[in-house]
């Protein structure tokens, strides 16, 4: 592979205005920045859940998301480019059921709780959320490939399955709401 990082430092972005991979200057605040940047933060966040321990097969899955989004982030940055393949949703889809079996079914709502890197993970939840959301409104500005917008719904709800096998894995368990219409029934 090329070196492509030759300087960092260009000041070509001083007046407001970046570069994207195609060669086109857009302003900063455009849609496709704005969604850049969410895939760029969430992938960061995903990086420090990674900084916490977790069984093998969840941090391989977690290093191929961040993988993933790097190509999400590539396909962003190129205009009618594809990076992010099917598949990948695919290989989302089957690591939600393989960690969804395993969990004991939800009666109730969960709060984003419970260890530092189930809380982490809860983090990155809804950071891929407003990625998604960004991706939604850029494909409603501009045509967008479908696998950027399910790979970030995919993710979100992966990663509320993975805080809660994460807080199995540190000992806990869910940490449950307590509704209004709960705590007055309890008070009676």
């Not at 790979?151 to 399955?161: P, Q």
Request: charged share 25%; proline share 3%.
């Amino acid at each position: 592979m090329s070196n492509r990082l030759t300087q960092i430092a260009t000041r070509t972005g001083d007046n407001g205005s970046t570069g994207l991979g195609d060669n086109t200057r857009v302003s900063k605040d455009s849609l496709r920045v704005h969604a850049m940047g969410d895939v760029d933060e969430l992938n960061s966040h995903i990086g420090l859940l990674l900084c916490e321990e977790m069984a093998v097969g969840v941090r391989e899955l977690l290093v191929e998301v961040q993988h993933q989004l790097f190509n999400l982030g590539g396909e962003l940055s190129i205009p009618g480019f594809e990076l992010l393949k099917p598949e990948a949703v695919a290989h989302l889809d089957a690591a939600l059921e393989e960690h969804n079996a395993v969990l004991p079914r939800l009666a109730e709502f969960i709060l984003p709780a419970g260890s530092r890197a189930a809380s982490q993970a809860h983090v990155c939840r809804t950071v891929a959320r407003r990625a998604e959301r960004a991706v939604v409104a850029l494909g409603m500005a501009e045509a967008l490939k479908d696998a950027p917008r399910q790979y970030l719904n995919r993710l979100s709800d992966l990663l509320f399955v993975l805080s809660r096998v994460l807080n199995r894995m540190d000992g806990g368990d869910d940490v449950y709401w307590k509704s209004q219409r709960l705590a007055s029934a309890a008070a009676e």
